[in-house]
């Protein structure tokens, strides 16, 4: 099989279908500065260097393959490995794409770091990553995340960024996306805009999968040296999908099925998701054409999802193309599966998961009891639970 | 020629600018737009930029954004402001410019909306989320039936994506006056003039300036440089906070471009 990679040949960033660059005039100059910086660095072998060292001295990679014996046993089928992305340093996946833009923001001789944040782990990321290489940073949140997510408002206080609390819309990610570009468009001069996902205008979708891709990438060279073969399964949870793209996109030419699982909320035919497959359409959002749930006159609708990260109208436009070349199966896992998967992986491996990465063990919970003990799946373990431990107590009627 | 750039034609042969102001449709309902736009009339608009309300907005600020959850609660759609404007067309000719983002057009269907735009009698349309290097199929489409394509060139833009954005115009080029969102305070950087200037001399087609003219102040000092002056936010605000008072404030606005 081909590399399913974006075709070199179309500069616009397409897709397939999907992509593009759909912004006002304002930002395309800086749209086009950012390919062009990017393109350099990505083959500037000191750039690299200093990115890996940084990985592995600071962020605490390459992060663990774990086997889940207990989990294993539990559902009795296929077993089951973690990609430990909760162990990478602020807790997810979302360092890796932080620090590289943050790396590339001095490069291109920037003097502030903005950001939008959903679950608030690419906000803390972010701001870490301006801590780290000292720039100024902005966070924008929706209220209602920084309700569900206060610990990591503080957070991000504490790393020195200004959290600024978005109190339109919707209140969520999407709404925090449009002040961060609305942000951008006023400072883009002097501002770079650290998106947090495979989403948004070319270059962000190609770029920010290639700094997750180090996830696969580790983990192909760690399932060879334990069991000496590839996976027969990875599976990630899809909200803008970076961690998705990030353990996919090296095992995308390999025999390997792929699952990516989106939040069904409160289940499809109540509306209250955010299941972009299952419910959506074609449309263009926030900077680009993809999937998106909206109503026939085009309107976003709103979301919704027991996590914050996977709570969001529309997909990074990579995923419909692999989902339409049949290369990448999307499902959805409910707020209640994804709950009990939560608690499932905290008692059989006294690991606590984020709630979104929640979402890929409760498709696990579903998929490993059909299949026999001796195929192989992955989990990307995008992130840790700790953020997420006030709302489930709060979601069981427990006071803390 | 097409109607918008003979008002252009005609303002410049009298050494005038063109008042273009900008309402949102359905704020606070479609029966109040009609009435508002008249008003604009009589105070002497040349052009109207008619705003189609969707959920998220990103080149617009808060003004704009509230503006927009009025007509979207009262339940107005791209549909609806088409067929607004085929019942507007009984009361008054004045060139009508739709300013909606692209996804309402998307999903409407390129063609269709053109078709049904064009019959229902606008004139013009103004995309701020869709640059002309995405815009090559509404752009041909748009060529065979004459609606005008109108690009935005912004304070960042180079040399050659100006030429890219005026070539892809009809009717007239609309300049963002700053690097920021509708509504901003208007501080014109040093280098305004001689940006806007080079954008004058990259192309034939009239230069109107929007984003941030909020006084007449500001409408004066812009209408020395453009062809035309785009008033969006303060009009919409006027409107919605003191709708009794809005008639001196446009007459203001126009007087002051003269």
Known sequence: MKKKTINSKDKRGYFGQYGGRFVPETLMPALLELENAYSKLKKNSSFQKELKHLHETYTGRPTPLYFAKRLTKYLGGAKIYLKREDLAHTGAHKINNALGQALLAKKMDKHRLIAET???????????GAALVGLECEIYMGSEDMQRQSLNVFRMKLL????????????????????????WTTNVRTTHYVLGTVFGPHPFPVMVRDFQAV?????????????????????????????AMG???????????????????????TGEHAARFAGGSIGVFQGCKSYLLQDADGNVLGTHSVSAGLDYASIGPEHPYLRDMKRVQYTFATDDEALSAFELLSKTEGIIPALESAHAIAETVKLAPKLSKNKIII?????????????????????L | MHKIEKIFKKLKSQ?????????????????????????????????????????????????????????????????????FVKKLRQHTQIPI??????????????????????????????????????????????????????FLVAPTSTEDRIKKITKACRGFVYYVSITGITGSKLILEKTFKTHINLVKKLTDKPVAVGFGVSTPED???VSQIADGVIVGSAIVKKFFEHPLGATEFIKKLREEME
């Open chain 2, 15 to 83: 050494n005038k600018k063109a008042f273009i102001p900008y309402i949102m449709a359905g704020d606070p309902d479609l029966e109040k737009t009609m009435e508002y736009i008249l008003i604009l009339e009589e105070c002497r608009a040349d052009i109207i930029e008619l705003g189609v309300p969707f959920s998220d907005p990103l080149a617009d600020g808060p003004t704009i954004q509230r503006a927009a959850e009025r007509a979207l609660k009262a339940g107005v759609t791209l549909k609806k402001v088409i067929s």
């Open chain 1, 247 to 269: 353990l996919f996109y090296e095992f995308l030419n390999d025999n390997v099925k792929m699952i990516g699982v989106e939040a069904g909320g409160r289940g499809i035919d």
């Open chain 1, 379 to 399: 989990i990307n373990l995008s992130g840790r639970g700790d953020k997420d431990v006030q709302h489930v107590a709060r979601i069981k009627g427990i006071e």
């Open chain 1, 118 to 128: 959903g679950a608030g782990q690419h906000g803390v990321a972010t701001a870490t």
């Open chain 1, 160 to 183: 020195g960024a200004k959290v600024n609390e978005v109190n339109i819309g919707s209140r969520t990610l999407k709404d925090a996306i449009n002040e961060s570009l609305r942000d």
């Open chain 1, 215 to 243: 996830i696969g990438r580790e983990a192909k060279k760690q399932i060879i040296k334990t069991e000496g073969r590839l996976p027969d399964y990875l599976i990630a949870c899809v909200g803008g999908g970076s961690n």
């Open chain 2, 219 to 221: 409408a004066k000092m």
């Open chain 2, 97 to 150: 410019v739709l300013m909606t983002y692209y996804n309402p057009v998307f999903k409407y269907g390129e063609e269709s909306f053109i078709n049904d735009a064009v019959d229902a009698g606008v004139d013009g349309v103004i995309i701020p989320d869709l640059p002309p290097d995405e815009g090559e199929g509404l752009i041909k489409l748009s060529r065979k039936t004459g609606l005008n394509t109108i």
